[in-house]
Structures are given as C-alpha cells and as structure tokens.
C-alpha cells in the first residue's frame, strides 16, 4: 500500500450498539470509496456464561437453560443436549418421541426460516415481503404455541423422551395450516428468482465457492448453497430421520441468491416431512425413565439447527450434574466466510451478505478460533475477556 493510499484509508465502524443491528456486534470496514478492501469483527459482547452455569445445575435444570441459547432454536439445542445425555445414560427413547421431535424440530426450521426471509428482504429495502412473511410466520408459531402452550421456549423435551402428544385434532390442524402455509412459500420462491429489484441485491452478491466453503468450514444451508453436500440430518440421522428421510437441498451459485432458494426449498421439504410423520406416526409411550444420576462417561451429538450443524459434547462425572458441557452453534462457522467474501464488495452489499447467513450473536458468544498471524487458535472466554477477539480480512 502506497503512502498516499494509507493517509487515505478510512474506516466505517458499525456497532457494538447500532440502530441497524439487532444484537450486538462491533464491525470495522476498511472501504475504498464504496468498495470493501479490509474486514473485521468482534464479538463477545452477549455472552452469558451459560456453559458454566450447567456444571451447577442438575441435567434437568440444565435442559431448560440450553433451550435459552437462542430463542429461534430453542427445541433443536434442548433435543441436542438429551440426545447426549439419553447416550451416556444408555436408555433408548420410545419411537413415538423421536417422531414427535422431529416435527417441532421442522416446525422450528420453518419458523427461522420464515423469520430469516423476512429480515434479509428487510436489508434488501423490501419491506413488503418482510411484513408478509412475518405475517405467515405466525402460521407456524400458532401450531407450535397449540401443541406445547409455547410460542417461543416450547420446551417439548424431556429426558428420555417428549411430554407432548399429537392428537388427531391438532393433526387436523396441523395440515390444513402447513397447506396454507406451503402456498405461500411457493409464492416467496417466485418473488425471490423473478423479481427484477431483488435479484438486482442478491444474484452474483457475496458468491463463495465450493472450495471457500469447505475452507472456511461453513456449515447449514450457507455451505449447502455452494454446493456443499452436508446436511447432518441425512449423513448422520438422529431421532426419527432414519425412519423418516430427508432429501438435501443444494445449490451450485454460492451467492446471496442461492442461499434463498435453498432456504426456501428447504422449507417446502420440512412441509412434506411433517406430513409424511403424521401419515406414519407411531404408536407407543412418550418417554422412558432415566436414572436421576447419570453413569460418569463422555459424549457427542451433532444435529441439523435452521443454521446449520450444532455440536454438543457433555461429560458426566457420576452425579446428578454435567461435569462439563460444551456447545459449539453453526453461527460461529459461518462468520468467518462472511467477513471473508465481503472484501471487494460494495459497503452497500455488506448489510445483505450478512444477513445471508442468518446469523446469531447470542449463539457463538462462548469460544472461537481466530486466526492470529496465520495460526489458528481456539481461545476461551477467559481470553476473551482479557484480550478481545476479531475477526479479519483484507484484500491480498
């Protein structure tokens, strides 16, 4: 960089607290009149020390807590953390909960789904379709506040199994509003390929390719717009989705327009894979008893989040209390990319791509790799605290 360019460069700070976002973060661009040429983020500031605060509380208490990881994704963290817990304590759950789980685990995904649309048109200046989508996003939320009381912290889960059933009337219902529902989205996947205005913000803007992808380690339906063929749901089957497949929905662009239509689709599937379980739904009990204290051992479980793939591992020690539990949310993935291709872009651009992701502040505030002069390092909060963390990227 030439002296002249460097007295010149100027800086557009956003955040950490910023009318146009809706959670803090602290964002720093280096811009070239209108273009991007370096990149950074920190985050760090809603962290809320919940990891911590399982290794006081017993496993159930511990359920209702990661449930309030995020509000989008309450069931889907809550169905990760027993999946674990239900492993170390070897009992198998009835195959009627397993189905149950995977309906409101679905239904989540179209309520972040929808959610996301509408946010993201929000950036793109097409406040129309955000108000619609948010309209038919209460579709889904009254289906789930009719079969958990909840609209939001469902809390379905259980321990060892769902304390929620499905009847025949809310089955009845449940159809007649995901038919609504589907027409719908139909009509969204019609606004988001055809409209003139919108392709003009998405078609080409924030393209990753493949090889960007698997390099950066994006994960959900980021990763799958560009081409990238992981869907946990379908190369690792959980709950009931052995019983019930999914088709992975892919796209090759990788840029903000794929990611919408891969969105979209993905919603279409869930429709169809909630119908398919309640044409099929077991029979049987709803949960089975598990040990109040649980064998001393270690754990994994890995499941599909609206985001992408979340990762829990949990370690017992014998008591009535996880000894360590430790939870690592797609978000935490797929921010590095973003900061990453939004170098060349338009400032304007950068509101768009980011929101492409569908991303979570409160997910990934607990630890994160960076990489700090060409070595990745994974620091702790402890870290965090004492030195901040940030994200970054320029134009080579």
């Not at 789930?144 to 321990?159: D, K, P, T, Y």
Request: net charge negative; charged share 25%; hydrophobic share 40%.
């Amino acid at each position: 960089m030439s002296e002249k360019s460097a007295v010149e460069k100027f800086i557009v700070p956003i955040g950490p607290q910023h009318p146009a976002l809706k959670e803090p973060g602290h964002f720093e661009f280096t811009v070239d009149g209108e273009t991007v040429t370096q990149a950074s983020i920190r985050l760090g500031y809603v962290h809320r020390g919940i990891e911590k605060a399982a290794e006081n509380r017993s496993y159930i208490q511990d359920l209702y807590l990661f449930e309030r990881v995020c509000g989008i994704c309450a069931h889907i963290h809550a169905t990760a953390f027993t999946i674990g817990v239900e492993h170390l304590a070897g009992v198998t759950v009835p195959p009627r909960a397993k189905a149950i789980r995977v309906i409101f685990a679905e239904m989540e995904r179209i309520h972040s789904h929808l959610l996301w649309l509408g946010v993201s048109a929000h950036e793109a200046g097409f406040d129309t379709l955000f108000m619609y989508s948010w309209r038919d996003r209460e579709i889904i939320m009254d289906l789930m506040e009719s079969l958990s009381g909840n609209r939001v912290q469902h809390s379905a889960n259980v321990i060892g199994g769902v304390k929620f059933d499905i009847n025949q009337a809310n089955n009845d219902a449940m159809r007649k509003k995901l038919d609504q529902l589907e027409e719908r989205i139909n009509h969204y996947m019609n606004i988001v390929t055809t409209d003139e205005t919108f392709l003009v913000r998405t078609r080409g803007i924030g393209t990753m390719t493949l090889e960007q992808a698997e390099s950066f380690g994006a994960t959900g339906p980021t990763a799958r717009a560009s081409g990238v063929k992981r869907d946990i749901r379908v190369i690792s089957p959980y709950c009931a989705y052995q019983d019930f497949p999914v088709h992975m929905i892919t796209a090759e662009a990788g840029d903000l327009e794929a990611r919408f239509v891969v969105r979209m689709k993905e919603l279409i599937e869930s429709i169809h894979l909630i119908r398919t379980i309640l044409d099929n739904l077991p029979s049987g009990e709803l949960e089975t008893r598990v040990p109040r204290r649980i064998p001393p051992g270690e754990a994994i479980s890995r499941v599909e989040a609206p985001r992408g793939e979340l990762f829990y591992y949990i370690k017992s020690n014998g008591t009535d209390k996880p000894e360590r539990v430790k939870v690592r949310t797609p978000s935490l993935n797929n921010w590095a990319p973003v900061i990453q291709i939004a170098v060349g872009h338009k400032l304007a651009d950068v509101p768009m791509i980011m929101s492409g992701i569908d991303p979570c502040f409160s997910c990934n505030d607990r630890m994160i790799t960076i990489d700090r002069k060409g070595e990745f390092q994974t620091w702790s909060w402890e870290d965090l605290r004492l030195y901040g963390i940030r994200y970054y990227a320029s134009e080579k």
